[in-house]
């Protein structure tokens, strides 16, 4: 009997340990000792009954079928019943507080205030990065740790969340320990407010983000210096160059009209050609710097927006040919051809006369002085919807791919070295660029090293007041306006400059014929 009972001992615990493994598995890992009896017990009679339903089966059944139906049936059983008994779900871990972790995971500092502005809880992922005075706040109301003077916007704050609004900001200064390093005593803090209502939608709660915003405070000043510092430099120079520019016509007046007096031999004949070279080269190099003063004197006048054009009609066509006959002579005392292509059906353009002919003269007069001789330089003129185009060609020596960017500056030319085979001081392409924008037009180039230049200006037909009407019309234009460069495909390339070169051999042949006839008469 003692053996019987140690192997039902051992056979017992058998039965409990693999049980507390199973439902260890199956539950979690705290198994109940009610669940192991239960377990053993199930396990018991599930042992009866492999042996009781094969014999009870045998009364119905041959035995050959009996004994496995049985033995399906009592196992069968057993599983549903500790299925139905042990199949709990396994309890998911809650941790604890879990509303206090995530109000400390919130970047900056926390605060859970009441509709006073009493703080009740002081919270968040960079506490310790704020000073004590606001991170040990709980129980104060948070106005009495900000600086004086920003208690109002903060108290303003609070009555906004009174009032029904759902959110505020407002920036605030708190004091902090003095640091020699970057002398400061106070840290600037944006506070942002959420208002927390009840179901009546009463104001019961208040949670407050702060972050510290002194460095984007710092560079939000040092770029208001920097800009402020721009602009008083850009007024500086708009001054300087209009007084150098009025001080410098007077006696260039003088210059002018002394020579003319003299070149005229008014007041008695010079000695020899050497004096009247030497007159004349006084009067060409007045007459340039005169130029060059009043180029910076419309220069300075766009640049303060000061500016005033004078629209009214006239034929472009008119225009364009003014231009081509003021610059015809120096055009032919280089060998140029200077042409201009206008159709005669070309209607009146709204815009000012004066401001149209100096755009054609710089370019036209950039394009002769950029040309060789024997060269082509043309002004053509057609209307392509509401727009007057205007453009100038050449077949001179081009600009270098790099060189566009830098065009349209003042005071920026091609050539940059001392020993520059072309004069003049730069200033004609950004005084045309600008006389364009004032006419809300816009301004292409397009040039290829060696083969020639091709500028294009598109000004409004009915005025600057109607181009980009939905737009709002800026008051001042922007000084020196962006230049648009036109990077040609290698086919639009080689029409563009296959077609000058064409035009070109055009009229030489024109030109050839002309004075044949003129020989044979």
Known sequence: MRVLGNIAGKAVEVVDKTAERWLARLGGEVVRGTDITLLRRMVLTAAVSLVAIPMA?????????????GVAIAASAFLVAA????????????????????????????????????????????????????????????????????????????DMLRQGA??????????????????????????????????EGSLVQVIAQARDVSEYDALRREAERRQEEARTAHETKSRFLAAVSHELRTPLNAILGFSDVLAGEYFGKLANDRQREYVGLIRQSGGHLLSVVNTMLDMSKIEAGRYELLIEPFE??????TCRAMLDLQARDKGITLTARVSRALPEVQADRRALQQIL??????????????????MDAAVRGRDLVVTVSDTGIGIAPEKLGTLGQPFTQVENGYSRNYEGTGLGLALTKGLVALHRGTFAIASKPGEGTVVTITLPMSGPDTAGADE????????????????????DEKAMMEGAAMERSEIQL?????????KSA
């Open 57 to 69: 089966l045998t009364a119905l059944l041959r035995p050959v079928l009996a004994l496995p139906v």
């Open 83 to 158: 299925a139905i008994a042990f199949s709990r779900p396994r309890p998911l871990p809650q941790p604890a507080a879990s509303e206090d972790l995530s109000f400390d995971a919130c970047p900056g500092l926390m605060l859970s205030l009441d509709a006073q502005g009493q703080v009740h809880k002081v919270g968040g992922r960079d506490a310790h990065s704020f000073p004590a005075t606001i991170r040990d706040c709980a129980g104060v109301t948070l106005a009495e740790r900000v600086h004086v003077s920003d208690q109002i916007a903060l108290l303003q704050a609070f």
């Open 166 to 199: 759902s959110r505020a900001e407002t920036d605030v200064r708190v004091q902090k320990t003095f640091s020699v390093a970057d002398g400061r005593q106070f840290v600037l803090v944006r506070f942002d407010f959420t208002a927390i209502r009840d179901a």
């Open 316 to 321: 472009a066509s008119e225009a364009i040919e």
């Open 361 to 378: 003269i710089n370019l036209a007069g950039n394009a002769i002085k950029f040309t060789d001789r024997g060269g082509v330089v043309s």
């Open 472 to 491: 709002p019309m800026a008051e001042t234009v922007e000084f020196p306006p962006r230049l648009k460069t036109v990077q040609l495909k290698n086919s």
């Open 510 to 518: 024109g030109c050839a014929n002309d004075h044949a006839e003129a």
